[in-house]
Nanobody, 123 residues
Framework: VQLQASGGGLVQPGGSLKLSCAAS????????IGWFRQAPGKVREGVSC????????YYSDAVKGRFTVSRDTAKNTMYLEMNSLKPEDTAVYFC?????????????????RGQGTLVTVSS
């Protein structure tokens, strides 16, 4: 199982950014996957999770209404479109397989976390 996040960078407050997560080593459309973030000195946070068929999604309260998760089965890729970015969104974002798309189940499965990408929101 491999998941590789990309697309991070420096963006001004109020700006937008789109992250990608390329997946391999498993049947992509049969697994829940999700986005997580961790800022320096803070605990890991589940940002968003999505079901294998893309019909069920979860968003944390901190990003609801600003972020949109999607997946493209043909490309084995998950996306996170981030709008109205705030300085508190600054973190390393990574993707992983999860146990579901609810608050309790949107946690990384052991051994599936991929390398993250840094998002910095600053003026």
């Amino acid at each position: 199982v491999q998941l590789q996040a990309s697309g991070g960078g420096l963006v001004q407050p109020g700006g937008s950014l789109k992250l990608s997560c390329a997946a391999s080593g498993f049947t992509f459309d049969e697994r829940y996957i999700g986005w997580f973030r961790q800022a320096p000195g803070k605990v890991r946070e589940g940002v968003s999770c999505i079901s294998g068929d893309g019909t069920k999604t979860y968003y944390s309260d901190a990003v609801k209404g600003r972020f949109t998760v999607s997946r493209d089965t043909a490309k084995n890729t998950m996306y996170l479109e981030m709008n109205s970015l705030k300085p508190e969104d600054t973190a390393v974002y990574f993707c992983a397989r999860t146990y579901g798309s609810s608050y309790r189940l949107c946690v990384p499965q052991k051994g599936t976390r991929g390398q993250g990408t840094l998002v910095t929101v600053s003026s």
